[in-house]
């Protein structure tokens, strides 16, 4: 015969079974900490930072602190930030390029529960420094040959002179501070040729309502070049609102204009506080066109140097540049390129004109700023042109 259990003992089992419950739940929960509940900080926090004098950039950091669960240590180089999440407070990071740069370090017992210190750090270039208007004595050079290729024209700017046969001077303010709102007024007297080294010179003096002077040297109607491999030897100077440009221009440019003619930059920089995309250590290589609707187009590339600025070290510029396409280089090691097959980019199957100049202020760079040096210096090695 069944029996009916009692409906009392029902609700006992149930009681147990909740309580039980309860109690497997809180024995869970024990060793994990409330946040809500009042925590003991971590303490005495001890930081140290060295640098690796054989490795540029190289910065490691050690922290210490009582009563610390775990470190976090936040490193940030202009656009770019690493956090560190350490148990033991070591992290260490490399700087890409020169600054002043802070680092913080944190000793936490909770995500939300720290303490920290800021330390500040400078990364100075391992470049020795030299004398104001001298060129560097060192950098990347490159070789007087290439297999496939034929050296057709070279200036090596020996004498004390430009020779008169490959450049002129242009003078002035051009329309519209030569089309970008620039701000210097080019000189003549801006330009030196010494020791095999082409100087110009930017300078802060006013003359004719310019706040700035500069040069700007043009091989047009001289000297003129359709493809090949250019190779330009230059370190270049540096600052905000400072724009040096190696570049090449259409020589129909008096008949057809701009952008009509085409501009082949070889190198141009953006001088001032370094980014992914501008700054004292960051080559371009850009063209600009007119394209099928015969309105202004550009295509642009750039590259960040791993060790210093450019104006530490000589540094070769380059394009490899043939009727299907035009690759731009540093160092030799490609950084950028441009397929030109197509019927839009027919400017760059004519012949280019050399310029270089020394732009102070415009629209891409702005002014200089109170932090801004002068006087400043393009100095340009060589510049040769090798052809198939």
């Known amino acids: 015969m069944k029996k009916e259990i009692p409906r009392f003992s029902k ?3 149930l009681v147990v079974i909740v309580l039980c419950t309860v109690l497997m739940i809180n024995a869970c ?3 994990e900490p409330d946040e809500n509940q009042a925590v003991t900080l971590p303490s005495n926090l001890v930081v140290s930072v060295s640098q690796d004098t054989s490795n540029f950039g190289f910065v490691s950091v050690k922290a210490n602190a009582n009563n610390a669960n775990f470190y976090t240590i936040r490193f940030t180089e202009n656009d770019n930030e690493m956090i560190d999440q350490s148990n033991n407070g070591e992290a260490s990071y490399t700087f890409k390029s020169a600054g002043s740069y802070s680092i913080i370090i944190r000793a936490h ?3 939300n529960q720290y303490i920290e210190k800021i330390e500040n750090v400078a990364i100075v270039s391992n470049v020795p420094p030299r004398v104001i208007g001298e060129s560097p004595t060192a950098g990347y050079s490159s070789p007087l040959s290439y297999p496939n290729y034929t050296l057709v024209w070279q200036d090596e700017f020996e004498g004390t002179s430009l020779l008169s046969t490959n450049w002129k001077h242009e003078i002035g303010t051009g329309n519209n ?3 970008n709102s620039e701000l210097q007024y080019y000189k003549e007297e801006n330009t030196k040729v010494e020791n095999g080294v082409l100087t110009i010179t930017a300078e802060k003096q006013i003359f004719n309502s310019s706040s700035y002077t500069s040069s700007r040297i043009s091989s047009q109607g001289l000297q003129s ?3 090949g491999r250019i190779d330009i030897r230059a370190a270049a100077p540096y600052g905000q609102g400072i724009w040096p440009a190696l570049w090449m221009l259409g020589e129909n440019f008096p008949t057809t204009g701009w952008p009509q003619c085409g501009e082949i930059d070889i190198m141009e920089m953006v ?3 370094s980014t992914s995309v501008r700054g004292d250590n960051v080559t371009h290589g850009t063209v600009h066109w007119a394209d099928a609707n015969n309105t202004h187009a550009e295509f642009n590339g750039n ?4 060790n210093g600025i450019l104006y530490d070290n000589f540094h070769v510029f380059s394009i490899i540049w043939d009727m299907n396409g035009i690759t731009w280089y540093i160092d030799d090691q490609s950084f950028h ?4 097959k197509d019927n839009q980019f027919d400017e760059f199957r004519e012949k280019y004109f050399f310029i270089f100049n020394v732009a102070v202020g415009g629209k891409w760079p702005g002014g200089p700023n109170p932090n801004t040096t002068f006087p400043q210096y393009l100095h340009v090695d060589y510049v040769r042109v090798f052809q198939k």
């Open 11 to 13: 609700y006992l089992n």
């Open 29 to 31: 929960k024990k060793d």
């Open 109 to 111: 017992v909770l995500d």
């Open 177 to 179: 501070g030569w089309g």
């Open 225 to 227: 070049f359709k493809y």
């Open 271 to 273: 001088g001032g506080e």
């Open 303 to 306: 590259k960040k140097i791993s």
């Open 337 to 340: 390129a441009i397929d030109t």
